[in-house]
């Protein structure tokens, strides 16, 4: 089977209509370690897009703290916008947030597979989300194969003595060294994966951001090639 394995879009609809239309036909299963939510306007619309495609999704820190109402204290922007989104996001799709689990194991090709915001299982904020601990990797998630997690919008792989950790980066948020959106395949039959980057339309997401009216620092970050300013 081919995966499709994305994290953190942070509602970036022209970046998953993007990553769709140039690598939909290939895939047969959608994976996404969330924070789908937050930071980007269209919430509602990239919701609905997911939904369709049947995308088999996990919690993060952003959809929590949009269905808790908690703040977010390490990001005003962050902050601002999961405010707007409570209040324009549709009943149907905060009822889809609410329903999100903290993982999904799967068993494909008779491979364990976990599927997980962060790799830890607490959602880590600031430095500490950076950190792996190969030990704790191998005793939390005892028995998976292939562990898919996200959170830290940097790309990377780790082969334990127990599991392959794979993270794709963002999608949506970019920021690692790339300073593209990622993604990743992965081919349960070859047991071979593919970190792959990818170009969406800037222009419509900036229109968006401005039709809005989100944080300007949105466009200073597009502006300055997924940089944070």
Known sequence: MIIGMFADLHSNLPALEAMVEKFGTKIDLWMSAGDSVGLFPQVNETLSLLRHLNVHMV??????????????????????????????????????????????????????????????GVIRAGQEKYIVDLHELNVLHSGVDYLLAGHTHMAAMIYTQELIYLNPGSCGFPA??????????????????????????????????????????????????????
């Open 59 to 120: 919690c993060g820190d952003h959809e929590r703290f949009l269905i808790s109402g908690d703040t977010m204290s390490w990001s005003y922007t962050g902050n601002q916008a999961l405010q707007d989104q409570r209040k324009s996001i549709t009943k149907e799709n905060f009822n889809y947030l609410c329903s999100l689990p903290e993982k999904l194991d799967f068993n494909i090709d008779g491979l364990n597979i976990r599927l997980i915001h962060d790799a830890t």
């Open 176 to 229: 690692d060294a790339r300073h593209r959106p990622g993604m990743l395949i992965l081919d349960t039959k070859s047991c071979s994966h593919e970190f792959i980057t990818f170009d969406f339309d800037l222009d419509v997401l900036r229109r968006a951001i401005i039709e809005y009216n989100y944080n300007s620092k949105l466009l200073n970050y597009l502006d300055n090639n997924f940089r944070w300013v």
